[in-house]
């Protein structure tokens, strides 16, 4: 059973430019987290979204950023117009439902570098 | 919303002693507490959990304490071995919501 997939697991985007993460869970679920980490610090909520669903996008900002688990296909967050403080390591997450254990599962990072 | 400190920031230990890392939470609703295990360039792992309706769980040289009253849980590693040495994170999640972390700790291990 195939992990959380994240892919590129690195990008490099100049100022302006669209950058575009993508995340598939692991087999079996449906429920998907994105988390920024910054260098030396935390992992940061942004959102949460089950298929076809955004649940909670509370620790997205507004503007630039958004995020889709469609259907059929990975989960997407994309950020429009990157700018250098984009620059981070993006994690995403799935779980079957946070009903069940409450473990998030983790795939590898995508590290953003905004030049 | 809800929002969790983790103290220290850094922390070194010779190999064989304890570690404890402290965190606090502020939704008396949270019931999941969950700590991770980031190595340099890796992505986290779940390390053990503790639920509301448990004071305590142990898992070989890794225990978590849980104070629900004083809304704050505890990360006590024993016997520290040069392969502890990672950032760690605890955090919090009340039912059906998502998990908020701590900053993290980094834990060197010295031989």
């Known amino acids: 059973n195939a992990g959380v997939m994240q892919n590129p697991r690195h990008l490099v985007r100049r100022r302006g430019q669209e950058a575009r993460l993508r995340c598939s869970p692991m087999?079996?679920?449906?429920?998907v987290y994105w988390y920024r980490q910054l260098p030396e610090e935390g992992l940061k909520f942004m959102v949460y979204l089950q298929k076809e669903n955004i649940i909670d996008e509370s620790g997205m900002p507004k503007e630039r950023f958004s995020a889709e688990f469609p259907k059929e296909g990975p989960s997407i967050l994309r950020i429009q117009q990157v700018v250098r403080g984009d620059s981070a390591a993006y994690f995403c997450?799935?779980?079957?439902?946070?009903?069940?254990?409450?473990?998030?599962?983790f795939g590898e990072g995508s590290r953003l570098t905004v030049l | 919303g809800e929002n969790v400190e983790q103290h220290p920031s850094t922390l070194s230990v010779q190999e064989g002693d304890s570690a404890v890392i402290k965190c606090t939470y502020s939704?008396?609703?949270?019931?999941?507490f969950p700590w991770y295990k980031q190595e340099l360039g890796k992505r986290p792992q779940l390390i053990i959990d503790?639920?509301?309706?448990?004071g305590e769980k142990k898992d070989q040289r890794i225990a978590v304490t849980l104070n629900k009253t004083a809304k704050h849980f505890s990360l006590h590693i024993t016997e520290t071995q040069p392969e502890d040495s990672a950032v760690y994170f605890c955090?919090?999640?009340?039912?059906?919501?998502?998990?908020?972390f701590g900053k993290g700790t980094k834990l060197s291990v010295k031989p």
């Open positions: 997450a799935s779980s079957p439902s946070f009903g069940s254990t409450g473990e998030l599962f």
């Open positions: 955090a919090a999640a009340r039912s059906q919501g998502n998990l908020i």
């Open positions: 503790i639920r509301s309706n448990v």
């Open positions: 087999k079996g679920h449906s429920h």
């Open positions: 939704d008396s609703a949270s019931n999941y």
